[in-house]
């Protein structure tokens, strides 16, 4: 009979641990086949997806060089390929901009975050500077007919009707604002009022207005009002109605363009984002301070559609760098 306290059997049972632990490490760090182990297809160069379901990335533009960038008043411009997240064209693209009334997107952002679509407001403060929709102390309409009003009409009065009705009022949806591009990862952007008004402390980036336009337009809600070219709202008794009008003249005239937002006021000059959709694409066009904001975007689109193409990576020689969507 072994004797189990005896040095030799001691030796042979501390041999069996150690291979018994040697054995489970090995069978953690060694990957197991699955479809992030298989061989990666390659060509040119290029990694791919492997051959597994994985989908394949969307196509990236590629400029053929076939004509410089327009000439263009705007001192900002941005573009992005909304599906691939290449930079297009960037021109003072992290600079800092008075935004005007491109302030009621990321408005617009916060108060998705909060409201129900037909949740009730009340008309607490008349505000008469700058274009408004008329609204009527007293007067209650839905979220969702402010949301129209402010995004469509660009109504001041609309935005700060939204803001006032926040829980803890305007400071606490300023708040908000300023914590929203945290969120969404804005790089240099903040926010002093809900409206647009000029403040040296409220300010963003093309590439930053840029990207919350593209977290809008994720939302069906703030996509579909922001592609309305006009439309006639009323308070919820049917008392008071209202007509909006889209400040956008690009929307419904030049094909493809299906939104987003207009801004203008002396310091910001005119300001302009677009979402464009066209030849299966979907691009984002940012002009900050231009004099021809609606000039400037038509020249930027044609030349991104008559000198880009989009090609699957594969066939991109050097292989382009994974875009960063936020930085």
Known sequence: ??????????????????FFVIFTILLLIIPYPNVYFQKVARTKGVALYSESNLPPPPPYP???GLSPVPVISAEGVYIKDINSGAVIYSKNGDEKFSPASTTKIIT???????Y?????????????DGRTMGLVSGEKLTFETLLYGALVHSANDAAYTI?????????EFIKKMNEKTTAIHLNNSHYTNPI?????????????????????LSNKTFSKIVGTKSITVSDISYTYFHSLINV???????????????GFTQNAGEVLVSEVKKNGRNIIVVVLKSRDRFGDTVKLVDWVFNNFEWLPINEITPAPESPVLFK
């Open 196 to 216: 647009g008004f000029d403040d040296n402390n409220q300010y963003t980036t093309p590439s930053d207005l840029a990207k919350q336009a593209i977290v809008g």
């Open 1 to 18: 009979m072994i004797n189990p306290f005896s040095l030799q059997y001691i030796k042979k049972y501390i041999v069996r641990i150690i």
């Open 62 to 64: 590629i400029n053929k």
């Open 248 to 262: 956008n003249e690009l929307l419904g005239k030049v094909p493809g363009v299906s939104g987003v937002k207009t």
């Open 108 to 114: 617009s952002l916060v108060a998705l975050d909060k």
């Open 163 to 171: 803001a006032e009705n926040y829980p803890g009022g305007i400071g």
């Open 116 to 128: 129900n679509i037909d949740e009730v407001l009340t008309v607490k403060s008349i505000i008469n």
